[in-house]
Every structure is written in structure tokens, then in C-alpha cells.
């Protein structure tokens, strides 16, 4: 069983994860990236978050605010229209902003979603940064094993 935070019962934690987000080698700026391990059995694993930047970057945060995720396989998404201004629902955003979306990238909703995903990363303990994600408006969903 897992913990809910990163941390010894959660497996080994890799305490620094670092890469770029592009659609269509374009730069990704101000989105949500979500590492969710794909850990067989479990019931519930620690997921790691951050928000890109104006050039892509990213570095994830565990769920217990430790930096970092933890080392295995990951299914990765990205969530459009959550990062402007840190910011996490949509709801918290003003009417102006949750109408204008002319700024927003054009991400395939499968990528919003866990089970669809095409997007998947193998953290390692040695690997740092170079975690780069390269979305595509031409990929096709995962389909369920």
C-alpha cells in the first residue's frame, strides 16, 4: 500500500524532475503537467505536478509539496487553462478569462486524460532533467490494455 505523499512507503523518489512541454515543437507556456505513476495493484500512487513557462519548463512537486516524483513508470497529462496565474480551478478565474481562450494552446483533450494518454515517461533515480514531452495535434489516445 501507498502512502499518499512521496516518501519511503511511496517507493524511492527521485527529489529533482525537470523538462520542457511543446506541441508540435512549439513551446507550451502556462499548463498544468501531471505525472501519474502507472503502478499495477495500487489502489492509490503519489502524483507530481508543476506549470510550465513561457519557454515550456518544468519541475514537479510531489503531492506532499517534496520536490520530485517518485521512480517508475508514469502516464503523463497536460491540463490547458490552469496555469496562467497558479491558479488550479477554473472556477477561480474571471469571466473575461474563462471566455477568452485565444491564448489558450490547442491541446487534444485525450492528453487531459489519464486512461487516454499517449504521453508516457520511466523516471529514474539517476535522471534529473531532460524529461521532455513532445505532444502532437496528429497523436492518437492510448487504448485500455
Known amino acids: 500500500m501507498l502512502s499518499t505523499g512521496c516518501s519511503g512507503k511511496a517507493g524511492s523518489l527521485n527529489n529533482q524532475v525537470e523538462g520542457t512541454a511543446k506541441l508540435d515543437g512549439v513551446p507550451l507556456a502556462n499548463v498544468v ?3 501519474v505513476p502507472d503502478v499495477e495493484g495500487l489502489v492509490q ?7 510550465t513557462d513561457a519557454s515550456g519548463h518544468f519541475t514537479l512537486t510531489c ?3 517534496r520536490p ?7 502516464n503523463v497529462v ?4 490552469r496555469g ?4 488550479t480551478n477554473d472556477m477561480d478565474a474571471s469571466p473575461k478569462a474563462a471566455t477568452d481562450n485565444s491564448k489558450a494552446p490547442k491541446v ?3 492528453y487531459t486524460m489519464v486512461a487516454k494518454t499517449p504521453l508516457q515517461v520511466e523516471v529514474t533515480a539517476d535522471k534529473h532533467t531532460g524529461y521532455d514531452l ?3 495535434a496528429r497523436a492518437r489516445p492510448r487504448v485500455a490494455k
Open 108 to 110: 487534444p483533450d485525450f
Open 84 to 87: 496562467d496565474d497558479g491558479r
Open 78 to 81: 497536460v491540463l490547458v487553462g
Open 134 to 136: 513532445e505532444l502532437s
Open 33 to 35: 503537467v501531471q505525472f
Open 63 to 65: 503531492e506532499n509539496k
Open 68 to 74: 520530485g516524483a517518485i521512480v517508475g513508470k508514469h
Open 45 to 51: 500512487a503519489p502524483q507530481s505536478t508543476g506549470t
